[in-house]
């Protein structure tokens, strides 16, 4: 993780520089093969649990709360922070923020464990 961001602007730089510059995404197929070997030789294998079942509510509220805050914040440094679209969005943000807490707090099987 630390030799990512030093490697992968020389490496695909490289790419670029001497083969088409779609090579640059071919670079995932053998990490991504180099991944799937790992997981076969070093993951144990854990029995399913079926009796589980998905958190539905975090499942919805997690993809919407993030973004639409961070939307908010982004409104807020651009247009200020009196914004009415700065504030509804943050407000509409942390609302969703809040709830998702809530859920995540008292649901059985929660989507994040707090």
Do not use: C
């Not at 090579?23 to 009796?51: D, H, M, S």
């Not at 499942?59 to 509804?88: C, E, M, Q």
């Amino acid at each position: 993780m630390l030799l990512a961001p030093t490697i992968g602007p020389a490496l695909s730089g490289f790419l670029v520089k001497d083969f088409n510059w779609s090579t640059v995404f071919l670079i995932n197929l053998p990490v991504g093969i180099l991944a799937l070997i790992f997981i076969l030789l070093f993951l144990p294998n854990f029995p399913a649990n079926k009796a589980s079942k998905i958190d539905l509510k975090g499942a919805l509220l997690s993809p919407f709360a993030f973004p639409i805050l961070i939307y908010g914040v982004h409104i807020g440094a651009d247009k200020g922070w009196s914004n009415p679209s700065a504030i509804a969005f943050m407000s509409v943000g942390l609302l969703m923020l809040l709830l998702f807490i809530l859920v995540e707090l008292r649901v059985e099987n929660p989507l994040l464990h707090l």
